[in-house]
């Protein structure tokens, strides 16, 4: 069986690339519900070839409407995560295939992935492998910049369901590894309010806010520490209506990384007992813990030893890393439920302009995903 996967997988590299490309030309903005929805569709059409198979729809509002899809009965539950959103603007890349690359918005974060995924349920489906337990595969579309507010809830329902999440993410840059471990995330929005004053005729009756808000940034900055893998970036600024007025306010956008779960909580204190030097300035701290870590656990690595195994098999290394980027596989790892991450198209620039997958890993990575379900849900 285990062959028969590889043998029927490997030679599929250009069919599985002929439906990533239209996934990825179908272009999905995250703020972009008209867009996002019509490539929930393109993947939808993608399920009616292969499996004559609808899914329950969750509509949404303000985001695309999420989507599952069940295959299989039992009792236990094997959970497959994906979102379909991307960080790119319409129109902003456009796919191309250059040699052993395809790029374009999404490709490997992570429309290439949700391919690869749904390529690993056909061969199961093809080579007539029965499913004993349930397997779900779950579409989400608000993930990127705004770390899935809105299907947090509907990912953590499903994980506690769930013996094992996978989650067909890009593999990591370099070495094709599996991510067993990733960072949390905190987001925060400082603002600074100070006091206008003209800058000519009465420059000390104001309270500048972008100077106080230096200050802070100074500061927080200083909190990053490489050692510990902690790091605090000020992403966007913005203050002040004019060179020849004291601005009333000024705002920063932060993102902080974090390995561990304490560590976050760490960083949440001190960000929370932020004050200005000014007592006459006032801020305000709004944000957060918005991700939380993933963290190997004992039970995770014996999902990544099931793959490596079988990498070996057919001849393809597979290593194991640990990354910065979040996924929504953090949700279900916070809940305890083993989760194995990375399990999607090889390649590189997740979010950057050279965002590419290398084709000739597509049959090999699906069947190492078609592999690792058949272990967990087809066994008796
Ligand atoms: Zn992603």
């Given at each position: 069986m285990e062959e028969n996967i590889y043998t029927w997988l490997k030679g599929q590299n250009e069919a599985i690339l002929t439906d990533i490309k239209k996934i990825v030309e179908?272009?999905?903005?995250?703020?972009n519900k008209e867009l996002v929805d019509a490539c929930g569709e393109e993947i939808r059409s993608l399920f009616r070839t292969y499996f004559d198979n609808e899914p329950e729809i969750f509509p949404r509002t303000r985001f695309g409407d999420h989507f599952k899809y069940t295959f299989g009965q039992g009792e236990q539950q094997i959970l497959i995560l994906g979102h379909f959103d991307t960080v790119w603007p319409e129109g902003k890349l456009t796919y191309r295939v250059e040699g052993n690359r395809a790029y374009g918005p999404g490709i490997i974060d992570m429309k290439g992935g949700l391919v690869i995924a749904i390529w690993a349920l056909k061969a199961l489906k093809e080579l007539g492998l029965p499913l004993q337990k349930r397997v779900v595969f779950l579409f989400n579309s608000d993930?990127?910049?705004?770390?899935s507010p809105d299907s947090r809830t509907l990912i953590e329902e499903e994980a506690k369901k769930s013996v094992a999440v996978l989650v067909p993410e890009a593999a990591e840059a370099n070495t094709h590894a599996l991510k067993l471990e990733r960072k949390g995330i905190l987001r925060y929005t400082l603002t600074v309010t100070g006091r206008s004053a003209h800058?000519?005729?009465?420059?000390?009756?104001g309270i500048n806010a972008i100077v106080e808000l230096a200050d802070i940034i100074q500061r927080i900055s200083s909190w990053t520490d490489y050692s510990s893998g902690t790091t605090v970036n000020v992403g966007q600024v913005k203050g002040g209506t004019g060179v020849n007025v004291v601005p009333q306010t000024a705002e920063a956008a932060i993102d902080i990384r974090v390995k561990t779960m304490e560590e976050a909580k760490r960083m949440e204190g001190l960000m929370n007992s932020l004050q200005v030097r000014n007592s006459e300035a006032s801020l305000e701290i709004q944000g957060g813990i918005v991700r939380p870590t993933l963290e190997q656990t004992n039970e995770s690595k014996k999902l990544f030893s099931l793959v490596r195994d079988y990498g070996e098999k057919i001849g393809y290394e597979v290593k194991a890393a640990a990354v910065g980027g979040g996924s929504d596989g953090s949700f279900a790892s916070a809940l305890g439920i083993p989760t194995l991450d990375g399990l999607g198209a090889a390649g590189a620039g997740p979010?950057?302009?050279?965002?590419h997958i290398l084709i000739d890993h597509l049959g090999t990575r699906a069947a190492l995903l078609a592999y690792l379900i058949k272990e967990l849900a087809g066994g008796a």
């Open positions: 179908r272009e999905s903005p995250t703020l993930h990127e910049g705004v770390a800058a000519g005729n009465s420059h000390e009756e979010h950057a302009e050279h965002e």
